[in-house]
């Protein structure tokens, strides 16, 4: 096990649940504060305050070494995603974040919420070329895999993690399970700039998948997205 995981554990346990303290930042050099912060949460804590100097957190489980084994981190990632009928799996991707930076999700939508584009605002989790890969939408590339092996199609919903999917209204979420997500969302064609937004125009897709049918809906809405 890395020693940063051991190091935390090793704290966590010395820790009674709902005690807070703090840790500085260059105590962790050359670490990048968002992997500490993600490395924390990953070992059982909850941040409560965050800068550039000082990270404060709060003991929110009893956490042993066992269960916080190093997770390896290569050019591809796998997240895990809400599906059909409710199924978790797992979404391929090129790595566009730091190391553990994805278990800050929710605290990161908390602080900055959701930007025009219903991606987290202000995002410092993503490395420069990361940035630069989704722009192109190059990160989405792996996602193939998850097509061949029938886990997503081509046009869909895109698919949510828990924390995302946490934030849809109930009406949405149950019609959303009905059908696997997909490759290019109807996001592209609507454009839409508030989660409320968002939520309408994928209801207004699902409701017509329920009418006409998914192959002539995902159809239609394919060639509208390729074209405009």
């Not at 990270?55 to 070494?65: A, E, H, M």
């Not at 591809?76 to 566009?96: A, C, E, H, Q, S």
Request: aromatic share 14%; with cysteine.
């Amino acid at each position: 096990m890395c020693f940063m995981n051991r190091l935390l554990c090793d704290i966590n346990a010395r820790m009674s649940v709902g005690e807070v303290r703090s840790f500085r930042v260059e105590e962790y050099a050359p670490m990048r504060r968002v992997e500490l912060m993600g490395r924390l949460v990953y070992c059982g804590f909850e941040i409560m305050e965050a800068d550039n100097e000082v990270i404060s957190v709060r003991k929110t489980k009893n956490v042993s070494i066992e269960e916080c084994p190093e997770r390896k981190y290569g050019w591809i990632v796998k997240l895990r995603r809400v599906g059909k009928d409710g199924r978790r799996f797992n979404i391929y991707k090129l790595r566009t974040m730091y190391p553990y930076a994805e278990y800050l999700q929710k605290w990161m939508y908390e602080q900055y919420a959701l930007d025009a584009k219903g991606k987290i605002a202000n995002d410092f989790r993503i490395t420069r070329v990361g940035r630069w890969l989704r722009r192109c939408w190059v990160d989405e590339l792996p996602n193939l895999w998850n097509l061949l092996r029938g886990e997503m199609k081509v046009v869909g919903v895109r698919p949510l993690s828990e924390h995302y999917y946490s934030l849809y209204r109930e009406e949405v979420q149950k019609a959303r399970v009905k059908y696997k997500p997909g490759l290019l969302p109807p996001f592209y064609l609507d454009k839409p700039s508030t989660l409320e937004e968002i939520q309408e125009s994928e209801m207004k897709y699902l409701n017509a998948c329920a009418k006409d049918g998914v192959c002539r809906t995902d159809w239609r809405y394919f060639w509208k997205i390729v074209v405009g």
